[in-house]
């Protein structure tokens, strides 16, 4: 493991609440042991990982008043008294132990104060890359308010150990960013777009933070031009530090659950958010868990993620801004 000082902080806080907190210890355990599944879809791999536990997420509702009526699960005064924190960032932030893991390690990183889930404010960017180097082993991510965050109203980014994102490993290969997929780069790094993984994204890959700030505020701007909207893109960030290289891979969304989301016949319970698009699906329903394969897995990312001419006018667009 790299060990920076947060990093080593984490791990405590982790091993700490393992041996205090009974739920954290049975949920942890119960996933080192849960069943996995692997699907090739074309170049990417899939892991479905069957995981009773995330049927409360999975299942959630997520209409603003379910959200506005229950206590928000970040906010301390709401949190049981077994959940312990560690503060980063003079305190603007908790890192926490989440208590209902896709990771062997998985931590919730909530804003000190409750306001909505936005990453709009560039701060926000500049703390997802200084968060991805102090946590080298780690994959930080962040689900947008309208796809896959369980707590909208509260601002918060997610860690899990990176070897478990099979995307991660996959985007760091040349192979997948050839000359002509390239938007825009200079001496630090790039950023250009990939349809070769079985979904659409953006990868931002630079050895500058702030180079990796000012090419996702552009693609920003870019997918708010195209797609003719004022308020953030749906959209689900993973972010890493690995090698001297920032990376920040941009999976736009144009739907939250699929057609096919629900109990019934040819249903499913899924979520789809970040780490489903890291190819990595939380499935908490046994007979989902059995019935998936990778033609319904691929269904799911041509229904959710963007479309062949919205993504053009995406790019079309910053190419057009970046004149
Ligand atoms: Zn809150």
Redesign the pocket.
Known sequence: MNETPIAQKVEQLFQQQMLDWPLIRDNYSALENAQVRELALGDSLIILQHNPERLRSSAARIDAASIASRP????DE?QPKEQKALLWDCGRYKIQVNPYPIFLRHFTI?SNE?IPQSISNPARVDDLLKLAHELPDYVLFYNGAKCGAS?P??FHFQAGLRQMLPLCAEVINPIQWPDESILESDADGFIGFNQRLGRFMFLIKTTEPVLAGLYFARLQLAMMGALGINEEPKQNLLCWYEDGDYYIVVIPRLKHRPSCYGDGENQFVLSPASVDMGGLWTVPVKTDFDKLDATSIKAIYDELCLDNATAVSIIDCYLFDKE
């Not at 928000?72 to 906010?75: A, E, K, M």
Request: glycine share 0%.
């Open positions: 928000c699960f970040l906010c709401n909530a409750h707590a109203d509260h």
